[in-house]
């Protein structure tokens, strides 16, 4: 995921008053509110993802608690990219070497995109043999295809976000120029992209849709001295607004916008709060985000192949098997950032990781 670099951070709630203040110095440059925020953001991504297991009669509230996730998780990853995005300035530093920004985001971003996706379809395409697989690949030519345009049975769909977040970069520094260096455009694609019918090839849908979560992380960035504040002090009405909107807008049409559009002051402000400050865990799963996001389906996937083929699911062992494919989702792929951290002839492959 992208990494937030401003100092700005230093004077951040979730960062003042740290009792190991040189140890701080190290990551006084990042915003920790931002990893933090991440780290929840990783963690309902993984949950989510546990509904493709697919294993028949799961409970209800499993398919409710999936579906509340997929009303926020997203549109709030969009929201912290854009904000990322605009308070390292990096819509202005595009215009210093465009080409060079270019070859750079498509490197950091399409390049996992492929690789990890082409590895799920050649997981998919063997793993058929073992047991029942979401989304089978007859073929991996076609299997990378649908990958590429997003074709019906598109077997690795997770990687949407990488595909859709390298094509706003691109676009971004472009409107915010053309927008006289504002968010007018933006803001007002993101809003007709909910308007606006759009297919799903190329991801286009996704394109639309989610827009205006990333123009929103941009605006909150270029004011983020008054907003952050904000966000801090009416962290709570914000969280109960939140939960309310989550309740009210179940299986609504509209409850990505509106879900999506409440959880930004909410989960920010949530992790502007000054009791995160001895906090580690959403701290590392944060700093983690890429990986677990690149592989957290592979070890979902790995998991259930193994679990089902000498465990039972049904009734009170559903716990087990979920409790068990989610810590594999999120602890089996920094597992294997870390192992490939301590090859050095690997490090080539880790930055795409971090």
Known sequence: MEKATEPWAKRSPATENLPNQRAEKKVGSRSLDIDRAKGLGIALVVWGHLASTSTPDMPTWFYVSVGIIYGF??????????????????QERFWNAPAKQIV??????????????????????????????????????SGILKIITNAPGNPALSVWYLFVLFVYTMAAPVLWRFGNRTLTIILLLGSIGWLLPLPDTYYLNRIGTYFIFFGVGGLFAMHRELVLPMLAKWCLPALLVFAAACY????????????GLASIP????????????????????GRNSMAIYLMNTIAIG??????????????????????????????????????????????????YLD
């Open 73 to 90: 998780h997203m549109p709030f990853f969009m929201y912290l990219s854009g904000f990322v995005f605009f308070m390292s300035g990096s």
């Open 266 to 285: 909410a989960l920010h402000g949530l992790f502007l709060q000054r009791f995160w400050s001895d906090d580690k865990l959403m701290l590392t799963l």
């Open 248 to 259: 009210i807008m179940l299986s609504s049409p509209f409850a990505l916008l509106v879900c």
């Open 104 to 141: 750079n985001r498509f490197d950091r971003l399409m390049i996992p995109c492929l690789a990890f996706g082409t590895l799920v379809v050649i997981g998919k395409y063997f793993a058929q043999a073992i047991g029942p697989v979401d989304d089978q690949v007859n073929d991996i030519g």
């Open 302 to 351: 790995i998991t259930k192949l193994i679990y089902l083929r000498y465990l039972p699911y049904e009734n009170l062992w559903f716990f087990l098997f979920i409790g068990v494919a989610f810590t594999m989702g999120i602890i089996g792929p920094m597992m294997v950032r870390s192992t490939i951290g301590a090859i050095p002839q690997l490090h080539s492959v880790k930055r």
